[in-house]
């Protein structure tokens, strides 16, 4: 009516099927003498999540990331727990996170959990800072002999692009320089031009 087909043994380790009755068969270390098999839940894994940084107006997005060894495969579940801010979500089955924050300058704590569907479930979390910027302003623009003076605000940790196109129609903008990332004071860029020259200039926030 039945058979198993096994391989090398461990002393005080047993194989059965687990559920009852079920197709899997699994290497269990809990002795149940007449009664069902079981296996021990463990926790799954969480993966750190590093602090994040958005600039209002952007939407915050990536994907928590867990394991878990038990077998048979069990379902994950993410969540958020209570205290995260307004307009947060996680995607319960993929672990994807997004926020589209309606306020700067913020910092807000954020923890998220991630659930087994074990007997009975465990769990594990992991707490990060989201840090909200403002959009960049711009504190002085202007024109000294045969240089333009570009100025603003960057506050720590903000990373920008400064780009400039010579034709609005073509729509085509090139970078200004390497990008930059703000220490919390104001950053100043000075770029050479000729008399009759017409240039645009603009700054990008980078994600």
Known sequence: MDAVAFGPQQNN?????YPDGG????????PT?????????TAPTLAPIPNQFVTLGQTLSFTASATDTDQPPQNLAFSLLP??????????SSGLF????GSAPATSSISVKVADNGSPSMSATQSFTVTVFPRPQVSGA???SNQFIFSWFAPAGQNA??????????????????????AGTTISVTNNITASQRRFFRLRVLP
């Open 13 to 17: 380790v047993s194989q059965g099927r």
């Open 23 to 30: 197709n899997g068969i699994y290497f269990m270390t809990v």
């Open 33 to 41: 003498p007449r009664t069902a098999n079981f296996i021990p839940n």
């Open 83 to 92: 205290g995260a801010p307004n307009g947060t979500f996680i995607n319960p």
């Open 98 to 101: 997004t926020w589209a924050p």
């Open 142 to 144: 202007q024109v000294r």
């Open 161 to 182: 692009q400064l780009e400039y196109s010579d034709d609005l129609v073509v729509g085509a903008w090139s970078p200004l320089g390497s990008p930059f990332t703000g």
